[in-house]
T-cell receptor, first 112, second 117 residues
Framework: DAKTTQPPSMDCAEGRAANLPCNHS???????VYWYRQIHSQGPQYIIH???NNETNEMASLIITEDRKSSTLILPHATLRDTAVYYC?????????????FGSGTQLTVLP | EADIYQTPRYLVIGTGKKITLECSQT?????MYWYQQDPGMELHLIHY???????EKGDLSSESTVSRIRTEHFPLTLESARPSHTSQYLC????????????????FGEGSWLTVV
């Protein structure tokens, strides 16, 4: 699976949009971009995933560049409960569980 | 929300004790996984199963064992716990590829924190 690069930490004011970037310049054509987050002492929570097109669900939006070498996760109105480590992962749809490499992620801190 | 449950959430036990961490999912997923994660560190796959009576070891060597007698249940057992087993254990599951845009999403339970003293 392709490797991803994320900033180690970011701050965001409560109520503002949080934009979390991810670089995946070696992504293959059949690899999806997944986002998870992990709140301290809990299991990772699935947020969203996409292949080529931008995606939106009740939690977030995912913007993937046309060349697919980077993406941005957008939390439209961040709350204090969104403080967590956010992981960007690329993997094939039917990939082995071994390929779910979380890396170090981005620590997002939402400030009151 | 994922319907995958782990018990106990927190456990403190003495060295040499046998423990079983329970994991159940109500989504009918074929695939289930156990990961181990130390605080602030990456997840490491220790066991996985692609269906009933199927179990495989993951990337990280573990002295634990697993069983998959029922689709919804994937317990992890340590026959003789040691302080080196102190960690968070995360259970997860995913569906098989059904040709839709599910992308084989993996869903996690809330984790079981094990401390061996």
């Amino acid at each position: 699976d392709a490797k991803t690069t994320q900033p180690p930490s970011m701050d965001c004011a409560e109520g503002r949009a949080a934009n979390l970037p991810c670089n995946h310049s070696t992504i293959s054509g059949n690899e999806y971009v997944y986002w998870y987050r992990q709140i301290h002492s809990q299991g990772p929570q699935y947020i969203i995933h996409g292949l080529k097109n931008n995606e939106t669900n009740e939690m977030a939006s995912l913007i993937i560049t046309e060349d697919r070498k980077s993406s941005t996760l957008i939390l439209p109105h961040a709350t204090l409960r969104d403080t967590a480590v956010y992981y960007c992962i690329v993997r094939v749809a039917e990939g082995s569980a071994r390929q779910l490499t979380f890396g170090s992620g981005t620590q997002l801190t939402v400030l009151p | 929300e994922a319907d995958i449950y782990q018990t106990p959430r927190y456990l403190v036990i003495g060295t040499g004790k046998k423990i079983t961490l329970e994991c159940s999912q109500t989504m009918g997923h074929d695939k289930m996984y156990w990961y181990q994660q130390d605080p602030g560190m990456e997840l490491h796959l220790i066991h996985y199963s692609y269906g009933v009576n199927s179990t495989e070891k993951g990337d990280l060597s573990s002295e634990s064992t697993v069983s998959r007698i029922r689709t919804e249940h994937f317990p992890l057992t340590l026959e003789s716990a040691r302080p080196s087993h102190t960690s968070q254990y995360l259970c997860a599951s995913s569906d098989r590829d059904r040709g839709s845009f599910t992308g084989n999403t993996i869903y996690f339970g809330e984790g079981s924190w094990l401390t061996v003293v």
